[in-house]
């Protein structure tokens, strides 16, 4: 594997990471999202200083990535059922004749 190591600056904080090469931009994105948010809930809410910012921005998007996680989970049991249902008929149109 190709690792790099490069720069990023999260809350003013400047943080020396290694990554995998192909990892690269979506770790940049992820970044520039995190710097994003931290300033729209600086723009929202009183704080007294940065870990009130990174504290939002965390608990926002592990409501997000739960809600995604569960409806996920809802989607998988849902076809699994259709599945079992579709395999059942199968296997009774099988029988029937």
């Known amino acids: 594997m190709d690792d790099i190591t490069i720069n990023v600056v999260i809350a003013d904080r400047n943080y020396r990471i290694t990554i995998k090469r192909e990892d690269e931009e979506l770790v940049r994105k992820t970044v520039e999202d995190i710097n994003r948010r931290i300033k729209e809930f600086s723009?929202?809410?009183?704080?007294?200083?940065?870990?009130?910012?990174?504290?939002?921005?965390l608990l926002d998007v592990n409501t997000v990535l739960f809600e995604?996680?569960?409806?996920?989970?809802k989607e998988e049991a849902?076809?699994?059922?259709?599945?079992?249902?579709?395999?059942?008929?199968?296997?009774s149109s099988c029988l029937d004749k």
């Open 43 to 57: 723009d929202l809410y009183a704080y007294k200083d940065k870990q009130d910012l990174l504290a939002m921005v």
């Open 68 to 73: 995604k996680t569960n409806s996920a989970e």
């Open 78 to 91: 849902n076809i699994k059922k259709k599945i079992s249902e579709l395999s059942n008929l199968i296997e």
